[in-house]
């Protein structure tokens, strides 16, 4: 019996993943032959280099796969199980004394197999792919970029905002520039300058024709100098494209940037809290759409393997909506982000255990 049980155990395991992997190669190959399809115009008109495209999909390729993986899991999941039902084989194995729930567990240890490397793919090795994805957009398929701000505003520390009416991303240079330490209602300290320059030697800023005021009880000081070196806690990489920057990060960069911005005061961590929770919530979404996939297809359908895999490709899609919906409602404030982008997994996992008591044991 135990041998019996190794020998399905390893069938069924096998056939999950090169199905799996069968079902990745499909749609991101499809994928990829309708976005080059689209970007083509692109890459002639801006005189793309061969080299440059090649790169360009191979950093694109595991970006969909990754995004992909939850489905295409769920999927893999579906069409195998359907189709051992088609031949009458989960039959055969409950019949054989194997429980439903012995049965899947082969599937579980493939979706954890799964959902193990799309962690780290998506934590360590695809945003160092994105940097030269996002880059390669940004450079070729987007308008170049301009730093266009004015009247610039923001925290550099939970008690210092700075204020710059333009800052050109060229010269690494702010002009019209205002600090101002502000402790609850009370305006501690307030430094304006002409001009504010990123020094590259010191790794520091030099403040041009400044003026400090310092506020106290019963005076004010005053004083003012031609050049200051000083520490602020901002870079010029605050000034760049931040478009999908969140992407291009690693599990321990994207942690050290929400330090950074926490340290500032910020209000504009909420989407890269987001993109941490999000990748980890992302392993158990393969864990959870597996169960539901097993459950979906474990019956023998008057409509055939083609209706159960239909029917697969439903509750992916209400789950997709699902998803997309949870992370607008995190990304809008309107509900805890932890909460909302579990909220997908909530649910999903709620309608897998109420339909886990309806199938054949």
């Not at 031949?87 to 567990?105: H, K, Y």
């Not at 701000?149 to 060229?170: C, G, L, Q, S, T």
């Not at 999908?244 to 330090?259: C, F, G, K, N, S």
Request: overall charge neutral; glycine content about 6%.
């Amino acid at each position: 019996m135990r041998l019996r049980l190794r020998l399905i155990d390893g069938y069924i395991l096998k056939q999950l993943l090169t199905t799996f992997v069968f079902v990745v190669l499909i749609l991101v190959t499809v994928i990829c032959v309708i976005d080059f399809t689209e970007k083509n115009d692109d890459f002639i008109q801006n005189d793309v280099a061969g080299d440059l495209i090649f790169k360009y999909y191979m950093t694109y390729i595991p970006y969909m796969a990754s995004l992909l993986t939850p489905i295409t899991s769920f999927i893999a999941a579906v069409f195998i199980t359907a189709r051992m039902a088609g031949r009458t084989e989960v039959i055969a194995i409950l019949a054989g004394g194997v429980s439903f729930r012995r049965m899947m567990l082969p599937y579980m240890i493939g979706a954890i197999m799964i959902s193990i490397m799309s962690f780290y793919l998506n934590g360590y090795i695809i945003p160092n792919a994105n940097k030269f994805r996002i880059g390669f957009e940004l450079a070729y398929l987007k308008k170049p970029f301009y730093n266009k701000e004015r009247n610039i505003h923001f925290k550099v520390a939970p008690n210092d905002y700075i204020y710059m009416e333009r800052y050109n991303v060229n010269t690494d240079e702010g002009r019209n520039v205002t600090l101002e330490t502000i402790i609850g209602n009370e305006l501690i300290e307030k430094l304006t300058a002409d001009r504010v320059k990123w020094n590259k030697d010191s790794s520091s800023w030099e403040l041009i024709n400044y003026e400090v005021r310092q506020f106290h009880p019963m005076e004010e000081v005053i004083s003012k100098g031609k050049s200051l070196d000083t520490l602020i806690n901002m870079s010029p990489s605050d000034f760049d494209n931040k478009e999908r920057y969140y992407e291009t990060l690693t599990m321990p960069e994207l942690q050290a940037h929400i330090d950074l911005q926490m340290s500032r005061g910020a209000d504009d961590t909420g989407i890269y809290l987001i993109e941490k929770y999000i990748r980890i919530m992302s392993p158990f979404t393969v864990l959870i759409l597996t169960f539901i996939g097993i459950i979906v297809s474990a019956r023998k359908s008057r409509g055939g393997t083609g209706f159960q895999i239909a029917m697969g490709f439903l509750i992916a899609f209400v789950f997709i909506i699902f998803f997309i919906l949870a992370r607008a409602i995190a990304e809008a404030g309107t509900m805890n982000p932890i909460i909302a982008v579990w909220l997908p997994n909530i649910g999903f996992s709620i309608v897998g255990l109420i339909m886990y008591h309806t199938v054949p044991r």
